[in-house]
């Protein structure tokens, strides 16, 4: 008895048109980019980071790229299930973030002013992408959004809250 091969399944049909598909996965992108470099940033503090605070930032810095580490897998995957290819290259992400990674040494609460500001690009990088979302009823993605917006605003907030006093 011989099987019949059945067609691969080439078309997405998910609910979302090509073109809001691509919109998603473009603002996705940027997002993935911004999470990138804020996890690159957060690991160069945590190897980097000295003086009396030493042991608590290295810690919380590690627990935030640890965070960030999961999250941009999970951003990429987002995009894939859209039907679009994940920027993967540091030069992509380059071009993609909406913030640049300082290249000064910093002390430790230079880089606590950086960590706010990364933190809230990522928020705002997701809540520019929210409302297109929102328009084509994309849940997953607002859903995810909605998460890391929530992350990154508390984070920025225990941030901020260490370089006042």
Known sequence: MAH???APVSAINIGLDD??????AAGLASLLADSYSLFLMTHNFHWN???PQFRSL???FEEQYTELFAAVDEIAERIRSLGVEAPGTFSQF????????PEDRLDAHGMLVE???GQEAV????????PIADKANDQPTID???RRMEIHEKNAWMLRAMTQG
């Open 4 to 6: 019949k091969k059945s």
């Open 19 to 24: 073109k809001q598909r691509e919109t998603i």
């Open 49 to 51: 980071v000295v003086g």
């Open 58 to 60: 290295h810690i919380m």
């Open 94 to 101: 380059e071009k993609l973030a909406s913030f640049t990674i």
């Open 115 to 117: 960590m706010v500001k």
């Open 123 to 130: 928020v705002r990088t997701a809540r520019n992408t929210l």
């Open 144 to 146: 995810l959004l909605t």
